[in-house]
């Protein structure tokens, strides 16, 4: 039995397709929303490579497969109300946003209350929490740069919003359990 070619070569002109069928440029918006999502999954997955706890690593893993249905969505060009997407997937949803808020509550009683910006870095855990932080609010800027052009549910802006906060409450977990002292920023006066 053969195994499914993974090159097509339809890529090769610089295109891709979406999943209606249109092809469209590598660099278009909607690719570029799609896959700094996929980078941010990415990211995530390089976090679990770390000890932490297991409902920690549970709640990690579900958003990687929100993640990956927010992807699906966005590569889905055609509209909202009327995708076929929609009919195999559990689409992002408030309930979605409640779990990321309620996650962020959690993890905010056990951490002492912080009046500054944070510096990143003091553990490599703590620094790819960071870094996914950040590579969640540039797909942001991407699907708000998309909803500009084309209309993106307002639920999927608001879990990427939500997220960011998520991880920049995670980067502060993970430096309590890995005893790192965060260093606070604040500006200094001439």
Not at 19 to 31: A, F, N, T
Not at 74 to 100: C, G, R, W, Y
Not at 105 to 132: M, Q, R, T, W
Request: net charge neutral; hydrophobic share 40%.
């Amino acid at each position: 039995m053969s195994s499914l070619k993974l090159y097509t070569k339809t890529g090769d002109d610089g295109t891709t397709g979406l999943l209606s069928g249109k092809r469209v440029s590598k660099h278009h918006v909607r690719i570029k929303a799609y896959g700094s999502v996929d980078e941010l999954n990415a990211w995530i997955g390089l976090i679990r490579n770390y000890k932490m706890d297991e409902n920690l690593d549970s709640t990690l893993i579900k958003i990687q497969q929100d993640l990956m249905t927010v992807a699906s969505q966005l590569a889905d060009d055609t509209s909202f109300e009327v995708s076929q997407l929609m009919n195999i997937l559990d689409p992002i949803e408030e309930k979605h946003v409640k779990n990321l808020e309620d996650q962020i509550d959690l993890i905010n009683k056990e951490l002492p209350v912080l009046k500054n910006f944070v510096i990143p870095g003091g553990h490599v855990a703590v620094s790819y929490a960071h870094l996914a932080r950040c590579t969640c609010r540039r797909a942001e800027r991407f699907i708000t740069e998309l909803n500009e052009k084309e209309n993106v549910p307002e639920i999927i802006i608001a879990y990427i919003n939500r997220l960011s906060d998520f991880l920049f409450m995670l980067a502060r977990k993970l430096s309590k359990e890995f005893e790192v002292s965060e260093i606070k920023w604040s500006a200094q006066k001439k």
